[in-house]
């Protein structure tokens, strides 16, 4: 027979519940691609017209 604790086995931390989503929507997501990606494009146009 398996030996069981008789009392609960929960943690005793509450910071072992998982933590909340980085951004809460896909739309968030959407446009912190977005703007990266602009950022990027903008970046390398002005190293590209510093260098030419």
Known sequence: MP???AHS???PHPAAEP???LLPSW???YWL???ALAAEVAF???LTRLFA
């Open 33 to 35: 691609v977005l703007g």
């Open 3 to 5: 030996n069981h604790p």
């Open 9 to 11: 086995t929960e943690s």
């Open 44 to 46: 390398f146009t002005y």
């Open 19 to 21: 933590a909340p989503p």
């Open 27 to 29: 739309r968030a997501w």
